[in-house]
Every structure is written in C-alpha cells, then in structure tokens.
T-cell receptor, first 115, second 112 residues
Framework: EAGVVQSPRYKIIEKKQPVAFWCNPI?????LYWYLQNLGQGPELLIR????????DSQLPKDRFSAERLKGVDSTLKIQPAELGDSAVYLC?????????????FGPGTRLTVL | DQQVKQNSPSLSVQEGRISILNCDYT??????FLWYKKYPAEGPTFLIS?????DKNEDGRFTVFLNKSAKHLSLHIVPSQPGDSAVYFC???????????FGKGTKLSVKP
C-alpha cells in the first residue's frame, strides 16, 4: 500500500515569493491534515479536511496561507507571499476518519527554506 | 502554553536496556494518547496508543503507561535496539477523532 505522497521534498525560495505544496493521501482516507513543524518542535495542525470540507482551519494564517482539497482526494497548501519565518517542514497526514482510532499516517514532508 | 510536554529533549540508553520516555499533559479533556516515532527526513510513524479507560497498553517491545491522576504517560521500550534511535513524539486528543496536540519530542539514542 502506497503511503502519503508529498512534493516537492525540498523548496528554496526568496521572501515575498509564492510557494505551493502538494499532497496525495492514502487511498480511501477521508481525513487529510496539513501540519507545520518548526525545528525542535512537534507538528502543529494548520488545517483538517473531512473529504473536501475544511472542518478546522482555525490555526491557518489566512492572510497568506490557503489550502484546497478538490474532489476530496489530493490537496495543495499555498503560501503567498512567503516570509522568512515560514521556513519549516510542512507535513501532510491522512486517516480513515469516521469512528475508530485516530491513527494518522504522515508523508515525508516538504522542507521549505525562505531566503 | 504547551498542553503536551516532553521535558527531556534527549535520552541515551545502552542496547538491551530499558528506554523510558516521559510525557505530561495539562488538559484534563484529553482522553486519547499516542506515541509517534520519527527518523530524519521522514514523517512521523504511529507507534502505539492508549485510551483513558486503560492504564497500560502493550505491543511487543513497546508499552505505554497512563497515570490519569498525575496527567502523565510514559513509553517503555524493552529491550532497546540501535534501530530504535529516533525522535519520539507524544500526542494527545479529546476523543479518538479529535485533533492531535504534539509534544516537542525526545531524541532517543541507543548505543551498541
């Protein structure tokens, strides 16, 4: 079974430039998450999707960040414009959703460096 | 304020001995707890979980203990192996489908 796929793995951009990250969750997983992980910290939730609906985006800085999950499968996370403080690893995760445990499967992440 | 705390940034253990990783939480609404393991350049992978209705859950070499009155949980790895060297994250949620709140992680080094 293929895991969560993310691309690109690494991205270096200059500040004020836009950047986008892509995530393909595990097939059949209805719930998709985007996390931000700063150096030396644990993952922090940015947005959670149930199918194509964003059910929790309270931690997403909406002035510069946006996300979409068209057709309830793949998802993209965009930053425009990027700031120096956005340098971090952006993780995508998915889970089955519904009842049961909340085991989330993570992708390898995209490491963003903003110069 | 951090709701999930892992106060030891690192831990070094000899191969074959027991590794004990600790985690404290402040939110009494948390009732589901998980441990994730992370290798460099990879995403975290699920290790083991425990519901607040239990005080112990075991899976092979890994056992998680939950002390609700102390708001404390621990992960025991016995015996420790060099391949266990990784960063371990404690996470908690309200309900099994709630959003996960992660600690900062503890880097475990198991020396041959």
């Amino acid at each position: 079974e293929a895991g969560v796929v993310q691309s690109p793995r690494y991205k270096i951009i200059e500040k004020k430039q836009p950047v986008a990250f892509w995530c393909n969750p595990i097939s059949g997983h209805n719930t998709l998450y985007w996390y931000l992980q700063n150096l030396g910290q644990g993952p922090e939730l940015l947005i959670r999707y149930e199918n194509e609906e964003a059910v929790d985006d309270s931690q997403l800085p909406k002035d510069r960040f946006s996300a979409e999950r068209l057709k309830g499968v793949d998802s993209t996370l965009k930053i425009q414009p990027a700031e120096l403080g956005d340098s971090a690893v952006y993780l995508c995760a998915s889970s089955l959703g519904g009842t049961g445990n909340n085991e989330q499967f993570f992708g390898p992440g995209t490491r963003l460096t903003v110069l | 304020d951090q709701q999930v705390k892992q106060n030891s940034p690192s831990l070094s253990v000899q191969e074959g001995r027991i590794s004990i990783l600790n985690c404290d939480y402040t939110n009494s609404m948390f009732d589901y707890f998980l441990w994730y393991k992370k290798y460099p350049a990879e995403g975290p992978t699920f290790l083991i979980s425990i519901s607040s209705i239990k005080d112990k859950n075991e899976d092979g070499r890994f056992t998680v203990f939950l002390n609700k009155s102390a708001k404390h949980l621990s992960l025991h790895i016995v015996p420790s192996q060099p391949g266990d060297s990784a960063v371990y994250f404690c996470a908690a949620s309200t309900g099994s489908q709630g959003n996960l709140i992660f600690g900062k992680g503890t880097k475990l080094s198991v020396k041959p």
